[in-house]
């Protein structure tokens, strides 16, 4: 069993940056990937940032060139990096691995005031 939970959410002004952890307990499958995944109110979850197994990263084109996703390589925690915030970026961002099992954190809001 794994398990997720993520910290660091809050409120920022915009233009601001914040930074996300996902601290991961339980054992990790060797071929798992791990992302952030972010649900915007009135909207779909949709995927923000993945770190493959092969340490590859993903961004999503609306995130790309101002989020990092960063991860230790026995992936006992995930980060994300976020600058230059908009009030757009306002969602639950969640942490997820999956491969071997499918498992999520439970969330952490961030707010970007204009």
């Known amino acids: 069993q794994v398990t997720l939970v993520e910290s660091g959410g809050g409120l920022v002004q915009a233009g601001g940056s914040l930074t996300l952890s996902c601290s991961v307990s339980g054992t990790v499958g060797r071929f798992n990937d791990m992302g952030w995944y972010r649900r915007a109110p009135g909207k779909q979850r949709e995927m923000v940032a993945i770190?493959?197994?092969?340490?590859?990263?993903m961004y999503a084109d609306s995130v790309k060139g101002r989020f990092t996703i960063s991860g230790d390589i026995l992936r006992t925690t995930l980060s994300l990096q976020m600058n230059s915030l908009t009030p757009e970026d306002t969602a639950i961002y969640y942490c997820r691995t999956w491969g071997s099992g499918d498992f999520w954190g439970q969330g952490t809001q961030v707010t970007v005031s204009s």
């Open positions: 770190l493959s197994s092969g340490r590859r990263t």
